[in-house]
């Protein structure tokens, strides 16, 4: 079993940034794939972006692509999603994903790939 625990949402202007962080637990952080999804309210969850194993390969919905990053440590087992000039329309309650024992460059975009999810966090962006 793996835990997972997103943290750093909160209520931010337009034009404003925020920086997502996820902790993982085990000992094989480093075989993880690791994305984040978001589902807003009367919507279904949504693909934001994922990031490869060792962090050499990375994946964006094209509705984010330019304004966020994902990154991850894995000597911390924590992934980050820096988001930047956030959108009203960025609204939504982010959940932060794991896929163990992933391939070298597995990005996966499907929330059907992954093993496990958090509670996720709430990210309110005010226009």
């Known amino acids: 079993q793996v835990q997972v625990v997103e943290s750093g949402g909160g209520l931010v202007q337009a034009g404003g940034s925020l920086r997502l962080s996820c902790a993982a637990s085990?000992?094989?952080?480093?075989?993880?794939?690791m994305g984040w999804f978001r589902q807003a309210p009367g919507k279904e969850r949504e693909f934001v972006a994922a990031v490869s194993r060792s962090g050499g390969r990375t994946g964006y919905a094209e509705s984010v692509k330019g304004r966020f990053t994902i990154s991850r440590d894995n000597a911390k087992n924590t992934v980050y999603l820096q988001m930047e000039s956030l959108k009203p329309e960025d609204t939504a309650v982010y959940y932060c994903?794991?896929?163990?024992?992933?391939?070298?460059?597995?990005?996966?975009?499907?929330?059907?790939?992954?093993?496990?999810w958090g509670q996720g966090t709430q990210v309110t962006v005010s226009s």
């Open positions: 994903a794991v896929v163990r024992l992933a391939g070298l460059d597995y990005v996966p975009g499907r929330a059907s790939r992954y093993d496990y």
């Open positions: 085990g000992r094989t952080f480093s075989t993880y794939a």
